[in-house]
T-cell receptor, first 112, second 114 residues
Framework: DAKTTQPTSMDCAEGRAANLPCNHSTISGNEYVYWYRQIHSQGPQYIIHGLKNNETNEMASLIITEDRKSSTLILPHATLRDTAVYYCIVRENKAAGNKLTFGGGTRVLVKP | EPEVTQTPSHQVTQMGQEVILRCVPISNHLYFYWYRQILGQKVEFLVSFYNNEISEKSEIFDDQFSVERPDGSNFTLKIRSTKLEDSAMYFC????????????FGDGTRLSIL
């Protein structure tokens, strides 16, 4: 089973920041937090991942709390094309090859 | 940007028939995966593959399923005798060597069993 808890759905306004929360209270020291999204009829798309430091890339920022029990994905300026299901996944730090366990995710609707 | 490609995009097959789903992973990736998503349900892990061997498989990946890397570019999933419940989207993914390399997914093959 997925080790994360996310809101089922949320709306956000186009052009505004979207803040997507995720709880992972049972995360262990060697597990990373990954975020993926799935736009309708497409495969999951990698967004960002992190261990304990905040991370930023061209798509989003990831804020991880100091105790690592929760995190927030921030889409700085949401567009209509950001409408998707967003998945927060914890994944063991291994050399490679370990699976992703998807939960139900958060269905994000960006409104004009 | 390099991407994972899957063919066909949609496969319709009679129950009991064999089906092969094809994937071309990102060229310098060495870990390969198959996942599936039944309509309206979660994305589920099927199998991971490295160095011509299965690394891990789920309970879903029973004897009806097999994977193969027949050449240097393709990665295939074969279902030997399809069942109605095999109808789903099948996603291929690949990742590079090294710690915490993210998996990159293709856009899937929609498999419809009649």
């Amino acid at each position: 089973d997925a080790k994360t808890t996310q809101p089922t759905s949320m709306d956000c306004a186009e052009g505004r920041a979207a803040n997507l929360p995720c709880n992972h209270s049972t995360i262990s020291g060697n597990e990373y937090v990954y975020w993926y999204r799935q736009i309708h009829s497409q495969g999951p798309q990698y967004i960002i991942h992190g261990l304990k430091n905040n991370e930023t890339n061209e798509m989003a920022s990831l804020i991880i709390t100091e105790d690592r029990k929760s995190s927030t994905l921030i889409l700085p300026h949401a567009t209509l094309r950001d409408t998707a299901v967003y998945y927060c996944i914890v994944r063991e730090n291994k050399a490679a090859g370990n699976k992703l366990t998807f939960g139900g995710g958060t269905r994000v609707l960006v409104k004009p | 940007e390099p991407e994972v490609t899957q063919t066909p995009s949609h496969q319709v097959t009679q129950m009991g028939q064999e089906v092969i789903l094809r994937c071309v992973p990102i060229s310098n990736h060495l870990y390969f995966y198959w996942y599936r998503q039944i309509l309206g349900q979660k994305v589920e892990f099927l199998v991971s593959f490295y160095n011509n061997e299965i690394s891990e498989k789920s309970e879903i990946f029973d004897d009806q399923f097999s994977v193969e890397r027949p050449d240097g570019s393709n990665f295939t999933l074969k279902i030997r005798s399809t069942k109605l419940e095999d109808s789903a989207m099948y996603f291929c993914a690949s990742s590079g060597i090294g710690f915490n390399q993210p998996q990159h997914f293709g856009d899937g093959t929609r498999l419809s069993i009649l």
